[in-house]
Structure formats: structure tokens, C-alpha cells
């Protein structure tokens, strides 16, 4: 590959080529090379309701739910068949303009009619489908999408105009299937390292169900018996400041400072409110945790915490959830909630057997990291 001025007066070159391609790529409107798709499931042709995942594509709706959110006569949907796309023009976090989407998983599926759906009349698949998860095409939705104009996070995009956007694409067969090719293999790779992480952390599920069993015939306790616990805070705006002692975190991130909680030491933490509840979480030490956590803390000399930790990752704690409306967990189930205590000796053992496969588990996460961000950055650099 060799680096490349991206415009030459009117001329479009991407910042990054194969060598042996020179051409400048055309400008041309998505009418061009695809045409709408309006065919209806007359009959209900089929029956699996797809929707759009920004990460999964065009998948069953019933599994992305866990239930059929579509009605149960789709007959007025769009029929879309195996290798033609869909564009869902909802917002989703990283994805401001929507989603475009190849059908690839089934060989056709019913989608709703807020979705716009089409085939491709020319260019290869392949290299289209790449370019579309490049999102290099959001500078043109921005231009047709009305300002804040959304209704329930949908983006006002007429149909017309979507498909007269313009797009800057190579008309070289052998530069889109060479492109195509080299991000497919990318794909490919980026899609065995998630299986191993994900084979990984079934293991580690496998192995704790096998060590924390109902068999064990070590001593039992309440939680809190071992452990303080802290019912959920919130730290107000007034409260946070520049720079202070400890950060303190909210949904998404870091969101500012704290100077007036000791602490220093490491925390176990079970988020008592919303879709995680229940979920348990290792907090480093000079962590804050906001409002929707259960702040669980252990003396070093009555039980090691990464062994409670890793017990409670293997428990299911939904039982401990109340509540018709906001699922949350008080206190006194999590107070009351028992605890295996073997001595000592085993506490070290189990602890270091998942310590090192959260530590594998870990290294193989970053190398996923690092493949997905490779990705996008060629992306970024192989189209217009």
C-alpha cells in the first residue's frame, strides 16, 4: 500500500491505495448503482423479523429481543433477500446517522417499512459493504438530515434525497475486490480473536459453576457478615470538581472529581439498578462508584475480596432484584445473601486460578481492541 494526496482539484483519490492503482474515483449518486427495493412478504413469504444491529447487521429480531417486537402478520413488510441492504435510520451510540446493512445470515427475512432497503445494480458486494461500515457516506446524511429533527431517536432522511447522495467510489474491478479481499481477511481475523475471547470467558463461566456448586461442603455466612455494605450514592454537580483525589464515574465514563471519600483500597461492586443489575464489578483502588452500586468492603483479614469477587461473578443474584417498574436490589437481600468460606489455603487457590484466566482474558481483549481500531483506521483511509 502507498499513501496518497486524498483530492486533486476536483479529482478523488482515497489516502491509502494497493499499488498498481492510480485512477481517481468518481463521484456518483447512490441512484447509480442501486436500486429501491419496495417488494412486500405478500403471504408472509417469511417469517423471521429482522432488525438492525450496529454491530450484528441484519439480524432475527426475536434473538436480538428475546422476543418478537414485529406483529405476528408481516405480510405489509419490505421482503428482503440473502445479499441485498437495508438503511436504519435510527440513532445508536458511534453510529449518529444510522446503519446500512447487508443481509447476510438468512436467505431472506420481513423488515419494517420505516426501514429504506435496496440492491446493487453494479460494484462489488463486497467492497460496498465495506464501505458503507466505513461511514464515509454520513457527511452527505448530514446534509438532508433536518436538524435535531428525530422522533424517537428516527432521523428525518427522505427517501428521494437519500438516494441522490453522493458517493466517491473506484469503478476499477480489480481495486474493489482488492480492497474488498484485504478487509474481509481483516474481518475474518477480528472475528476468531472475539470467538476465543468469548470461548474464553465460557470457560472461566464453566469453571466457576464447577467450583462454587451446591455440593460444597465448605462453611457458609451472610455477606455482610464478612463485609460492609454501602447502600448507593450520587454525587451531585455541585460536588464535583476539576482536579480532585478520586474520579468519579458515571454511565459512560469519567465525568469528573471527588476530594471528600476515603478510598484506598479496592471495592467489589453489584450495580442495583437498571438493565445490569446484578452485575458484579472489581473496582480499583481511588475508584468511585455513583448512584447504581452496591459498594461491598472487605477487611484483608477476614476473607480475601478477589475470592468473594469471583464467587459472586459465579452466583445468580436476580433473585435479589424487586421492584415492578426500576429493577433494583436494597441492602438487606445483598446483607443477607451467604458466602462460602473455605480456609485460607483454598481461598489462595481458587483466587489465583481466575485471577490468571481474568488476566487472559484481559491480554486477548486488547488484542481485540487493538484489531478493531486497526479496522477503522483503514477504513478511514481506504475510501473517500
Not at 130 to 135: A, I, M, P, R, V
Not at 167 to 187: C, G, M, R, V, Y
Amino acid at each position: 500500500m502507498s499513501n496518497v494526496s486524498s483530492s486533486n482539484g476536483l479529482e478523488k483519490y482515497p489516502k491509502l491505495r494497493f499499488k498498481g492503482f492510480s485512477d481517481p474515483w468518481t463521484v456518483m449518486k447512490l441512484s447509480d448503482f442501486t436500486m429501491r427495493i419496495m417488494r412486500k412478504n405478500t403471504a408472509n413469504v417469511t417469517d423471521i423479523p429482522l432488525t438492525i444491529s450496529s454491530k450484528d447487521g441484519l439480524i432475527n429480531q426475536n434473538d436480538f429481543f428475546n422476543k418478537q417486537v414485529a406483529s405476528k402478520d408481516m405480510s405489509g413488510y419490505y421482503l428482503l433477500h440473502h445479499g441485498e441492504y437495508a438503511y436504519n435510520k435510527s440513532y445508536s451510540v458511534g453510529y449518529d446517522f444510522g446503519s446500512i446493512k447487508r443481509l447476510e445470515k438468512y436467505d431472506m427475512g420481513a423488515l419494517s417499512t420505516l426501514y429504506i432497503c435496496f440492491a446493487l445494480t453494479k460494484f462489488n458486494s463486497d467492497f460496498i459493504k465495506h464501505y458503507f461500515d466505513s461511514l464515509k457516506w454520513y457527511r452527505e446524511i448530514y446534509m438532508i438530515s433536518a436538524e435535531g429533527a428525530r422522533n424517537h431517536g428516527l432521523l428525518n432522511v427522505p427517501t428521494e434525497e437519500f438516494f441522490a447522495t453522493l458517493h466517491t467510489l473506484p469503478t476499477n474491478e480489480a481495486e474493489q475486490e482488492k480492497i474488498a479481499s484485504f478487509l474481509d481477511a481483516l474481518t475474518v481475523r477480528i472475528e476468531k480473536q472475539r470467538s476465543l475471547v468469548e470461548n474464553l470467558k465460557k470457560y472461566k463461566r464453566g469453571l466457576l459453576k464447577q467450583v462454587f456448586n451446591e455440593n460444597c461442603t465448605w462453611d457458609e455466612v451472610p455477606l455482610g457478615k464478612i463485609a460492609t455494605i454501602y447502600q448507593p450514592q450520587t454525587i451531585s454537580s455541585e460536588q464535583l470538581v476539576e482536579n480532585g483525589k478520586y474520579p468519579v464515574y458515571g454511565a459512560n465514563g469519567q465525568i469528573g472529581w471527588y476530594n471528600d471519600f476515603n478510598h484506598d483500597s479496592e471495592q467489589i461492586a453489584i450495580c442495583c439498578r437498571g438493565a445490569s443489575c446484578g452485575t458484579v464489578n472489581y473496582i480499583p483502588a481511588y475508584s468511585w462508584i455513583t448512584g447504581n452500586a452496591m459498594v461491598i468492603n472487605i477487611a484483608d483479614s477476614v476473607i480475601l475480596k478477589k475470592f468473594v469477587y469471583h464467587q459472586l461473578c459465579s452466583q445468580n443474584l436476580s433473585y435479589m432484584i424487586s421492584g415492578s417498574g426500576q429493577p433494583q436490589i436494597v441492602r438487606t437481600p445483598c446483607v443477607e445473601h451467604k458466602i462460602f468460606v473455605p480456609t485460607s489455603e483454598v481461598q489462595a487457590q481458587i483466587t489465583a486460578l481466575f485471577d490468571l484466566l481474568d488476566q487472559k482474558i484481559a491480554i486477548q481483549e486488547k488484542v481485540l481492541d487493538t484489531l478493531i481500531i486497526t479496522k477503522k483506521g483503514y477504513l478511514q483511509k481506504l475510501f473517500v
